[in-house]
């Protein structure tokens, strides 16, 4: 299995421009989750989807930020504009039938720098 | 409002030797605890995860312990490695409604293992 991948590992982009992560969770799960995780505020859930509908939004910080999940195998999570608050690690994770307390496996995250 | 606070902060041991670090939380209605390992540049890593009805789960050197009554969980490291050098979530789900939940993160314990 090779677990949840995301993509770009690393971006670093300019104030104002747009940024798209993306993620392929792990096949046959139906929860994806995407979080925010920096030094000050440690890991936050922005937001989650259940069956590729999203369930709970109210960790997305502002109308800047938006995601989607147009099929089982593939999310975006997208900043436009961008601005440097948003610098943090972004991870992608997925479960199945997490609200029974299965396991939910985290990608490798993605590191935004906005300078 | 439902929290998760860990203790210590951080935390410096021999190599060898054991800890145990804490969790105390306000979530509620309460449906889980897991226990995350995370090491530096990568996703968080399941380590455990416990139901209302269970008061400990061991996983190799790991054991975390809950009682549902004060609130509180545990994770105990039994011969520390240097390789357990990481930082410890303990992260509380509450159950919102039918396909909804929330879930709390506390801010991590760093644990650092030295020779």
């Known amino acids: 299995d090779a677990g949840v991948i995301q993509s770009p590992r690393h971006e670093v982009t300019e104030m104002g421009q747009e940024v798209t992560l993306r993620c392929k969770p792990i096949?046959?799960?139906?929860?994806l989750f995407w979080y925010r995780q920096t030094m000050m505020r440690g890991l936050e859930l922005l937001i989650y989807?259940?069956?590729?509908?999203?369930?709970?939004d109210s960790g997305m910080p502002e109308d800047r930020f938006s995601a989607k999940m147009p099929n089982a195998s593939f999310s975006t999570l997208k900043i436009q504009p961008s601005e440097p608050r948003d610098s943090a690690v972004y991870f992608c994770?997925?479960?199945?039938?997490?609200?029974?307390?299965?396991?939910?496996?985290f990608g490798e995250g993605s590191w935004l720098t906005v300078v | 409002k439902n929290q998760v606070e860990q203790s210590p902060q951080s935390l410096i041991i021999l190599e060898g030797k054991n800890c145990t670090l804490q969790c105390n939380y306000t979530v509620s209605p309460f449906s889980n605890l897991r226990w995350y390992k995370q090491d530096t540049g990568r996703g968080p890593v399941s380590l455990t995860i416990m139901t209302f009805s269970e008061n400990t789960k061991s996983n190799g050197r790991y054991t975390a312990t809950l009682d549902a009554d004060t609130k509180q969980s545990s994770l105990h490291i039994t011969a520390s490695q240097l390789s357990d050098s990481a930082s410890y979530i303990c992260v509380v789900s509450a159950v919102l409604g039918a396909g909804s939940y929330q879930l709390t993160f506390g801010k991590g314990t760093k644990l650092s293992v030295i020779p």
């Open positions: 989807f259940n069956n590729n509908v999203p369930i709970d």
């Open positions: 994770a997925s479960s199945y039938r997490a609200l029974e307390g299965n396991t939910i496996y």
């Open positions: 096949s046959g799960h139906n929860s």
